[in-house]
């Protein structure tokens, strides 16, 4: 079997746009080891006017601004560009996910005719404005204030403190000129909550405009050629038409409107329209761990050391199990959120059907970004340990990898935040004030009217729901390997801390009604295991799924062992909390131990050509070792007849 046919499902809907990206960026877009901050800098904004927007990264754009309407296919092709290089994506993203996205999703006609052509040009630089010093998860509690001023019809934008500056924005230090800035409106003494506005920061010449002041926010570990900066504004005149006022709309007399009259409502509901930066973010970290394994497994089938009893050659780094158990579970996991990322990208790009569906996306996307960040900082990591001092060389592309995508756990959302956000959708009975994401402190918890869970299956559901209803009644009697035992298993621990995390809360709210904070921090470890858990069944489902689309019965058998490793590595890592439940028994946890190993050897060898799927060219990779194998193996060989020479004299 050849690595094509799992690229086939692999590359899902968007193959066109991965195709055209491969094929369109050469080696002038590559990451180039070793370059100070200025000179990446320097490239990436040379770079970003250079790459194709008609190669997807404009897709999500109107056509009548020179897009198609694709907001699916923006996301994969800035997913492809974090395999060349993540600043050129984290630039990418800020210029026409976050930026001219905010434009299309809170502006409204006269800002798209205004503004669109030159966003997508990049003649028209911009930045997202939002998170400030004191306030980065929280955004409903910005500290911006925007007031209007019915007299000159004009806003007064001002940052009160220190605190209050905007902070860590992305091409605000150099390139920004223009920013969506996301402030208080207040008018008429009353304030209505954060909305966003289209400020000028920088005039034709560079310099900051009037009453702007622009900094850089200082050198990083990584992502060094994206200009990150601060932004502070001393009570700048802003024009009532550059407010983004598709959700709310203020009358030259001051009076606001809006379609939405709950404001908390509204808040989110304007943040849900920019989900897609959240959605990106978790596929460019899982693309730079399909680089990082690509290397790793590559090495790893020309690198020896040691030799066995009987063995003429040294041992391969692949064949030592030890070295199997660091790359396989993770490669089955990274191909696990590849499927689970591709249908949340098709729910983006279809539109949700309703609030429900909104809310569905928004919770999804929050958690899958935090799993595949997190599972990039874990990944690269071992990739990086996996070969060796080799991994630490800036040549060899894994440093750099990890440097660079070390933030995204905390960028577009602090991870522990969203698994919050995630435990939030799956718990009812809040009110409508809930507050912020993490705003456990304002919540109130009506706990009568929590209702019990009702799981809603992502894609594949007949196949699914046939899968575990042929589950056998006793879990001693089915295979681990057996499908659906995976499925109801998993099923069965969401569902169960679920409910524990339901009841732990009606107790606190029945012993102290008059302090939620205490009853919602008493039970954050539980929440934040509820979430993971529900992200854990819908990447198992997703898995089955993608499994559902390969046509090729090598390709089919071949994702099946590897959906086996994931299902069972996420049972093995939390054998603890299936044991301690009854779900497992002692001899059954062994048994799961044994046949992961089992699985290990049967997927031993087909590592190469499971990375290999992953179709990345070798120009983007850019790692000296990999450059260097054919040598490597050749030189290897000769040890090897020079070492029989010696001992046969």
Known sequence: MTSQQIQQVLDGRWAHIRRAVRERLGSEFVTVPGETGPEAR?????????????????????????????????????????????????????????????VVALGTERHHEAYLRDIISADLMGCFAMTETGHGSDVQQLRTTCVYDPATETFDLHTPHQAARKDYIGNAAKDGRMAVVFAQLITGGRSYGVHAWLVPIRDERGDPMPGVTLGDAGAKAGLLGVDNGRISFDHVTVPREMLLDRYGQVAPDGTYSSPIENDSRRFFTMLGTLVRGRITVGGAAAAATRSALTIAVRYGETRRQFTGPGFEREVLLNDYLAHQRKLLPALA??????????????????????????????????????????????????????????????????????????????????????????????????????????????ATFVAEQVREMVLERTAARSVIQRLVSAVPGRDEEVAVTDRGWHLSVFEDREKHLLEGAIRRLRNGAATRKDQPFEIFNDVQDHILKVATAHIDRITLEAFVAGIERATDPDARALLAKLCDLYALSVIEADKGWFMEHGRLTPARSKAVTAVVNDLLRDLRPHMTTLVNAFAIPEEWLNAAILREEPDRQEAMAKEDEASRSLLVA
């Open 42 to 102: 320097e490239r990436i904004s040379r770079l970003i006017r250079s790459v194709p927007t008609d190669v997807g990264v404009a897709a999500a754009f109107p056509s009548r601004y020179g897009g198609s309407d694709d907001p699916g296919g923006s996301t994969v092709a800035a997913e492809m560009l974090a395999q060349v290089d993540l600043s050129l994506m984290v630039k990418a993203g800020v210029q026409w996910g976050l930026f001219g996205g905010a």
């Open 333 to 442: 996991t990274t191909y696990a959120y590849a499927f689970a990322q591709e249908e949340l990208v098709a729910t983006l790009a279809e539109g949700p059907a309703d609030e429900h569906g909104q809310r569905e996306l928004e919770s999804r996307a929050a958690g899958l970004k935090a799993m595949q960040t997190w599972h990039a900082t874990r990944t690269i990591q071992l990739c990086r340990e996996s070969c060796g001092g080799a991994g630490y060389l800036a040549e060899n592309r894994l440093p750099g990898l990890k440097a660079d995508t070390d933030v995204f756990t905390t960028f577009e959302g602090d991870n522990t935040v969203l698994l919050q956000l995630v435990a939030k959708g799956l718990l009812t009975g809040y009110r409508d004030a809930f507050g912020s994401l993490d705003g456990w402190g304002r």
